[in-house]
Every structure is written in structure tokens, then in C-alpha cells.
């Protein structure tokens, strides 16, 4: 039977799969803590209170990456190349979402106007990485290898959520609600489509490693594109709601080092 576990356990049973699903992973998450790094050293004097949440923001994206990496070592595999096609962060720059990595490799401070950026693209991205943790959390939580990596990861995502809701809160009350919901509508839109064409392009490189039928992929392709369709006609709306979330100051306290994997 086709299904998320299914799919979840047959990459997870075969090396290069895994190796690769790994990568990707690594290398997203890796991204994540650079820009949030430089975002957090050129924060504007206006939002100097954030920095130490940017920052945590940064350290535990680059602890995502080291695990991902400590998996991979665990099972004697090296990282593989990430195809271009399957690099998530770097396609949502190319479509103008977010803060370009050029701006950020500079010495410029941000504006206020580049924080409700950086907060609404975050908005967008870590509902993405919730959901997607939340999925192999609820199959894989007990799993002897991945388990503990999975479940550190999903509750460091909600965090992450959580403090993007509190503080995109926070900046309309000070007037900038307009232009929150505009730009967090406009990432939204964006990145369903490039969240569609990582996914096609991530199961092509799996069907090819795991050897799929082709009746098995043309039924995977069909399926993301009805995800995208009911994400195009309205599921993006999830994405943009805010609302107080329970865990409050969730990245002010100390970050959870990573576990050991050896």
C-alpha cells in the first residue's frame, strides 16, 4: 500500500536513499543557520531585543545540520551532492522570497521593513518544517536510529513556529499588520510552488534510487500535484494566519544540545 510510512521506510531501508534524503536535509538546515546568523549580526538598533532569538534561531537550524550529518556517519555514509533542483532554500531565493544571501553577505545593517521579511518568510518555512516533523514523528519517534533525532528536531520546529507567530504579533501591534499579511501572502504563494517542484524533483532522484515501477511513481507525481492544487486553492491560508501560540518566549530560554550518535 502507497502511503507516507511506506514511502518514510523504504528510504530509510536503503542506503543511497537515506544518504540522499540525509544531504538535503543537512544541507537546508545548514543554509538555515547561516542566514540566520548574518540576519542576527545586522539586525537594525530599532530590533536589538531580537538578536539573541535570531541567534538561537541560527544555532539550532546548524544543530539540525550537524545531526543530519551524525546520521549519516552512524550508518558509515559520507554526505552526498545535493542536486540543484532538490535545494529548497536556494530556489525560494531565486523566486525573491526572503532576504537574498548577496544583502546578507554584506556589512549593511537590515531595516525594520527587512525584519517583517525575515519573520513572515519564516512564518511560511517553519510551518513547512512543522508539518513535515510532525509526519515522521508520528511514524518514527520510537525508531532505534532516528527517534530521538526526529523528536529533538519537531520540537525545536514548533519552537521556531511559535516564536514567528509572537513576534509577527508583536510588529502589528505597532502598525505593521498590512504589510505582514502582504508579504506573508506573497511567500506563501511562492513557496507552494517551489515547495511542488522540490518534491517532483526529490522523488524522481528516489524513484531512480529505489528502482520504482513506473505506475508507483506516476501515482507519487499525481499526488503532489493534488497537494499543490489544494494548496493553490486555498490550504495556503494555514500558513498565513497568526495567532498567540502557547509556547510563549519559546527561543528565549537555552538551546538543547544536540544528542550524541555515535
Request: proline content about 4%.
Amino acid at each position: 500500500m502507497l502511503s507516507a510510512r511506506s514511502l518514510f521506510q523504504e528510504i530509510l531501508d536503503d542506503d543511497e536513499a537515506y544518504r540522499l534524503f540525509c544531504s538535503i536535509a543537512a544541507s537546508g538546515e545548514s543554509q538555515g543557520g547561516w542566514e540566520n546568523a548574518r540576519i542576527a549580526a545586522l539586525v537594525p538598533e530599532s530590533r536589538r531585543s531580537l538578536a539573541p532569538r535570531i541567534v538561537r534561531h541560527g544555532a539550532d537550524e546548524d544543530k539540525h545540520g550537524r545531526i543530519f550529518n551524525a546520521l549519516l556517519k552512524k550508518r558509515g555514509l559520507r554526505p552526498a551532492d545535493v542536486p540543484p533542483e532538490t535545494d529548497y532554500t536556494m530556489l525560494l531565493e531565486q523566486q525573491g522570497i526572503g532576504l537574498a544571501h548577496s544583502r546578507l553577505r554584506g556589512d549593511e545593517r537590515l531595516t525594520e521593513r527587512d525584519i517583517i521579511t525575515y519573520l513572515a518568510h519564516s512564518r511560511i518555512t517553519e510551518q513547512r518544517a512543522s508539518e513535515q516533523m510532525r509526519l515522521l514523528r508520528r511514524y518514527f519517534s520510537d525508531h532505534p536510529d532516528i527517534g530521538r533525532a526526529v523528536r529533538m528536531i519537531s520540537d525545536d520546529e514548533d519552537n521556531h513556529l511559535a516564536y514567528c507567530h509572537e513576534e509577527l504579533l508583536r510588529l502589528a501591534r505597532e502598525g505593521h499588520g498590512r504589510t505582514i499579511q502582504r508579504t506573508m501572502r506573497e511567500c506563501a504563494l511562492a513557496e507552494i510552488k517551489v515547495y511542488r517542484d522540490v518534491s517532483l524533483a526529490v522523488m524522481d532522484h528516489m524513484g531512480r534510487l529505489l528502482g520504482w515501477p513506473r505506475p508507483k511513481a506516476l501515482a507519487l507525481v499525481a499526488g503532489i500535484h493534488a497537494v499543490y492544487a489544494y494548496e493553490r486553492l486555498g490550504g495556503w491560508r494555514r500558513m498565513v494566519s497568526l495567532e498567540m501560540p502557547e509556547r510563549r518566549d519559546a527561543l528565549g530560554g537555552r538551546a538543547v544540545p544536540e544528542p550524541e550518535f555515535a
